[in-house]
Nanobody, 120 residues
């Protein structure tokens, strides 16, 4: 069955760094665009980063551009989010998302999230 498992979250001080990982199983990982989203309490889900199937194109939300880097290792079925220069406003639950458009059907899989807290 499809599974996306995030890890690497935790408590970090402002200016610090974390690296999130998302391990995928149960589907053809290399055929899926991978995304990172985040959601803080009381706020809507926000797209953080996107990476295409082979890693050739990446996109970032304006709020994280220049600080975060998304990458993937298709051999390990894993997508990463390197987060540097963290700010308190980065505090959220971070979710891994896999998407594939096949004919008229869109596959859309989600992990359960990992908490990132940026606080002194």
């Amino acid at each position: 069955q499809v599974q996306l498992v995030e890890s690497g979250g935790g408590l970090v001080k402002p200016g610090g760094s974390l690296r999130l990982s998302c391990a995928a199983s149960g589907f053809t990982f290399s055929s899926f665009t991978m995304n990172w989203y985040r959601q803080a309490p009381g706020k809507e889900r926000e797209l953080v980063a996107v990476i295409t199937t082979g890693g050739g194109i990446t996109k970032y939300g304006d709020s994280v551009k220049g600080r975060f880097t998304i990458s993937r290792d298709n051999g390990k079925n894993t997508v990463y989010l390197q987060m540097n220069s963290l700010k308190p406003e980065d505090t959220a639950v971070y979710y891994c998302n896999a998407v594939r458009l096949h004919d008229l059907y869109e596959y859309d899989y989600w992990g359960q999230g990992t908490q990132v807290t940026v606080s002194s």
